[in-house]
């Protein structure tokens, strides 16, 4: 299994500021993902992040508000950019369990509230 | 319409009880098929998946697919307080797609 330590656990942002959330993992990993959970929704993958490439974004996420930073097979960062209050919700960082994404493993997320 | 929707509940039942969980989706090209759990302000853990159709048991869970429905059930029995938490399902393609889609997930509640 992985262990993922995301940091912060939390913040409360100014609108038009924005916020970088980390996560790192005890292992090396080949795919990162990050995930947006909006209250009552379901978990939506905003992009996912290989080693050594430029980030894969779904539909509705562009780099410009979400840039994504993998310098190694252990560390990523996603930054939430000139934000709005629509932005509040809980980001979380997730790695698969060898070659096949059917285990995940998810940090404990990063609450963000913007105001 | 969503490509998986779960019943966002909440759903309350006393310890002891036989929970129903269940997901309905639209893509039939899913062949996997998994539930996750999560607990307040943790991420999500996966509890168990199946690949295709037919069911699968783990302990207290069994987990149900239907893929001519395009449903799938969490069944938890001889529930506990310790199972109130929300559970996700999510499914996905197969090999090289490595996209998970999730339902909304439910919060479940187990009354002592």
């Known amino acids: 299994s992985a262990v993922i330590s995301q940091k912060p656990s939390r913040d409360i942002c100014q609108r038009g500021t924005s916020l970088t959330i980390q996560c790192q993992v005890d292992?090396?990993?080949?795919?990162m993902f990050w995930y947006r959970q909006q209250p009552g929704q379901s978990l939506t993958l905003i992009a996912t992040?290989?080693?050594?490439?430029?980030?894969?974004?779904e539909s509705g996420f562009v780099i410009d508000k979400f840039p994504i930073s993998r310098p190694n097979l252990t560390f990523s960062t996603l930054t939430v950019s000139n934000m709005s209050p629509e932005d509040s919700s809980i980001y979380l960082c997730?790695?698969?369990?060898?070659?096949?994404?059917?285990?995940?493993?998810f940090g404990q997320g990063t609450r963000l509230t913007v105001v | 319409q969503k490509e998986v929707e779960q019943d966002p509940g909440p759903l309350s039942v006393p310890e002891g009880a036989i929970v129903s969980l269940n997901c309905t989706y639209s893509?039939?090209?899913?062949?996997?098929f998994m539930w996750y759990r999560q607990y307040s302000r943790k991420g999500p853990e996966l509890l168990m998946y199946?690949?295709?159709?037919g069911n699968k048991e783990d302990g207290r869970f069994t987990a149900q697919v239907d893929k001519s429905s395009k449903y799938i059930s969490l069944f938890i029995r001889d529930s506990q307080p310790s199972d109130s938490a929300t559970y996700l399902c999510a499914m996905r393609e197969p090999e090289g797609a490595q996209k998970l889609v999730f339902g909304q997930g439910t919060r479940l509640t187990i009354n002592p």
């Open positions: 893509n039939s090209a899913f062949q996997y």
């Open positions: 997730s790695v698969a369990n060898g070659g096949s994404y059917i285990e995940a493993f």
């Open positions: 292992s090396q990993v080949t795919m």
């Open positions: 199946t690949y295709s159709s």
């Open positions: 992040a290989n080693q050594g490439s430029e980030a894969t974004y």
